[in-house]
């Protein structure tokens, strides 16, 4: 496969003022991030909440400038390719269906909303567009003059999925794209967004805190921990063996439907680290069990473990002895 989209050394610092005479802090929210993004791929990003996904996320659709590094599609850098040539290529689907589209528009309206902005073709062509799109996504054309306060949360992110969709762009972001529908709502939009990949030739970015939707829909995992990817791997393998301490805790934290097993205990506490005044060393220290003094003293650098990735010191040939 061809990398399609590159990410290197990406931080996004964000200062955050904590009134008149106190001097501002600085919120490391991306944290030197490295990552490629494969043709046809579909890159699963795990942590739990304010570990900087949604931030990323905004940094690949370039809504918000990497404060460094660099993000590049095809080799062209995100900032010289210009707004409207990116948005031809990459587009969003975000988390909430009810506050993504605009109550006042018209569904078809809506969906045809970024042929008008690109200029293609008269109001009558763009409606047809808009119309054959929101078949593919299971709406009937009924629908193209309904307002979106008439639709169920599920037919609205079919919408949102359609009005993606419609400028036949090569990568789309979703970002918790069905954290905010029923269960069995979920499995018809991820279903439906498994088709569109096979059909479009799509690649996605999908976010999500759900760990069994992103073992489903995915093709490798990136588990990301206070604005920085601590493992990197194929899905199954992470799935199976994960390598990081954080990623093996995640995973311990799966509900079960088994009767009697009751809310499992990942070891993590119910604490987050504080994002503005992070632990030294590696962020994840205080929370390992595995932490060793040199995880205290040193940040970890990824290192390579066969074709995965992990930036943990039990890994890196000068650490590996502590931690046998």
Known sequence: MTALMEVAGVRRDFSLSRGLFARARTLHAVDGIDLTLEKGEVLGIVGESGCGKSTLARMLLGLLPP???????????????????????????????????????????????????????????????????????????????????QLSGGQRQRVAIARALVMRPEIVVCDEPTSALDVS????????????????????????????????????????????????????????????????????????????????DNGLGLAFPDPLDPPPGCGFNPRCLYARPVC?????????????????????????????
Do not use: W
């Open 67 to 149: 404060s460094a590094g660099r993000i590049t599609l095809d080799g062209v850098d995100l900032a010289a390719l210009g707004r409207r040539k990116l948005a031809a290529r990459v587009q969003p689907v975000f988390q909430d269906p009810y506050g993504s589209l605009n109550p006042r528009k018209r569904i078809a309206s809506i969906v045809a909303l970024p042929l008008a902005v690109h200029d293609m073709g008269d109001a009558a062509y763009r409606r047809k567009r808009a119309i054959d799109m929101l078949e593919r996504v299971g709406l009937p054309a009924r629908f193209a003059d309904s307002y979106p306060g």
């Open 185 to 264: 709502v979920q499995s018809q939009i991820l279903n439906l967004l498994m088709d569109l990949r096979q059909e479009f030739g799509l690649t996605y970015v999908f976010i999500s805190h759900n760990l069994a939707v992103v073992e489903h829909i995915a093709t490798r995992v990136a588990v990301m921990y206070l604005g920085r990817v601590v493992e990197l791997a194929a899905t199954a393998e992470i799935f199976a063996s994960a390598r990081h301490p954080y990623s093996q805790a995640l995973l311990a934290s799966v509900l079960t439907p088994e009767p009697g097993k009751g809310v499992p």
């Open 296 to 324: 205290k003293a040193t940040a970890p650098a990824a290192v390579a473990d066969g074709a995965a990735r992990v930036a943990c010191h039990a890994y890196a040939p000068l650490y590996r002895k502590e931690f046998e």
